[in-house]
């Protein structure tokens, strides 16, 4: 058996297993705001529950990004409090948080691999840093996460070999090697196009199902919500504007981005309804 400790097995039920409160981040200002501060998030709380998949959507500069950045910290929120796994990583010294956050995968629209090193030696990175597996152990978790992207026939490549549609799933299976109990995801098929985003898609949503990983996803594209999110929590000017379950879009959503996805699911039922009609009678 591996020692490589499944941290995506520690469930603590009763708790969500993301829990933002009250979180803060401003930026120096730029030039035409004459050197105040720039608030990009504005006191945002937010629950997240194990296994769940949440997309965060909102207008370009809205400030999804920088919230995403603060669940595992790679921005420290000015206020509020960042709690992940019962733990809270806003209370934690520079060794516990790199430990903690080994917990948190996460993977980007332009994919950060690692240029000059194979495929398997990306996906190996991640467990070579906290270097408490042996190399056995490393090719063996190496394997099985490529197996879970699909990818095994690609091991020896290098990034410059594969399809931006390949660069992700690898970007993925990195992401996973640590057994994350969550995948952040900020905006993951940007850069691909409409058949590859589905084919993504599908395997995050497997990835989900069959390993219980928590995704919070950014996008700016309401058919990614309508494809793979449960939950959906709409951010507007730093501020989170409503959260809602994606099925009850038409009649919880407010926001004029909740109603454009009840719109696009309607859109979505009548087509799959006429598919089927034309099944039937056709
Ligand atoms: N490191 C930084 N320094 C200064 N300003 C920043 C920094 N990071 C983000 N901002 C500002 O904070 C705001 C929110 O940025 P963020 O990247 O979170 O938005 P976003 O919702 O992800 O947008 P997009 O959809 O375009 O990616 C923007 O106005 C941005 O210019
Ligand atoms: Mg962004």
Redesign the pocket.
């Known amino acids: 058996m591996s020692t490589i400790s499944n941290n995506g097995s520690n469930k603590i039920q009763h708790l969500p297993l993301i829990r933002l409160e009250g979180l803060c981040k401003s930026?120096?200002g730029s030039y035409n705001n004459k050197g105040e501060r720039?608030e990009?998030v504005r006191d945002v709380s937010l629950q997240v529950r194990e296994g769940e998949i949440l997309g965060l959507i909102?207008?370009?500069?809205?400030?999804?990004?920088?919230?995403l950045r603060l669940i595992n910290l790679l921005e420290r929120p000015d206020a509020g409090r960042v709690f992940v796994a019962g733990r809270e990583l806003t209370q934690l010294g520079k060794a516990e948080l790199r430990a903690a956050r080994q917990n948190i995968g996460m993977i980007f629209q332009q994919f950060n691999l690692l240029q000059n090193a194979s495929v398997a030696e990306n996906v190996a990175f991640p467990l070579r840093l906290h270097g408490k597996s042996s190399r056995a152990e490393i090719a063996a978790r190496v394997d099985e996460c490529l197996a879970l992207v699909g990818l095994q026939d690609k091991a020896g490549s290098y990034p410059a070999q594969l399809s931006g549609g390949q660069k992700q799933r690898v970007a993925i299976a990195r992401a996973l090697a640590p057994r994350p109990a969550a995948l952040l995801c900020d905006?993951p098929t940007s850069a691909l196009d409409a058949e590859t985003t589905r084919e993504l898609l599908a395997t995050l949503a497997d990835i989900n199902q069959r390993l219980g990983v928590t995704v919070v996803i950014?996008t700016?594209e309401l058919s990614v919500v309508h494809a793979l999110c449960r939950q959906v929590a709409v951010?507007g000017e730093?501020r989170l504007l409503e959260q809602f379950a994606v099925a009850d879009a038409a009649a919880r959503g407010e926001s004029s981005l909740a109603r454009e996805l009840a719109q696009l699911q309607q859109q979505q039922q009548q087509r799959q309804q006429s598919t089927e009609r034309e099944r039937a009678y056709g």
């Open positions: 930026f120096p720039f990009a909102g207008k370009s500069g809205a400030g999804k990004s920088t919230l905006e950014v700016h951010i730093g």
